[in-house]
């Protein structure tokens, strides 16, 4: 198994940016893709971003496409989410995922993800 740690979450106004960082421990970080997904109160968990081994393949929500970048570390065994003009509807409890099944192509299932952070809470005011 993998384990996940989230940081970087806080409060930001309306336009702003924040980075997420997700460190990983427990396996070879570079053998499976990472992803991050948000859940907003009373909603369901949703996909946010994910990336592969070597930052090849990517994908991005249509909500977050522009705004945000996911990108990887595997000398640190970390993954980023950069968060650009933040707005309102962003705010969510993030969490990074790891899909220890796949290397190179990823995935936009939840389901697919089989370890998850704690979570990182990501308030944006308007």
């Known amino acids: 198994q993998v384990q996940l740690v989230e940081s970087g979450g806080g409060l930001v106004q309306a336009g702003g940016s924040l980075r997420l960082s997700c460190a990983a421990s427990g396996r070879t970080f570079r053998r499976y893709v990472m992803g991050w997904f948000r859940q907003a109160p009373g909603n369901e968990r949703t996909f946010v971003a994910a990336?592969?081994?070597?930052?090849?393949?990517?994908i991005y929500a249509d909500s977050v496409k522009g705004r945000f970048v996911i990108s990887r570390d595997n000398a640190k065994n970390t993954v980023y989410l950069q968060m650009n003009s933040l707005k309102p509807e962003d705010t969510a409890v993030y969490y990074c995922?790891?899909?220890?099944?796949?290397?190179?192509?990823?995935?936009?299932?939840?389901?697919?993800?089989?370890?998850w952070g704690q979570g990182t809470q990501v308030t944006v005011s308007s």
């Open positions: 990336i592969n081994w070597n930052g090849g393949g990517i």
């Open positions: 995922a790891a899909d220890l099944r796949r290397i190179l192509v990823v995935s936009t299932n939840k389901e697919d993800y089989d370890s």
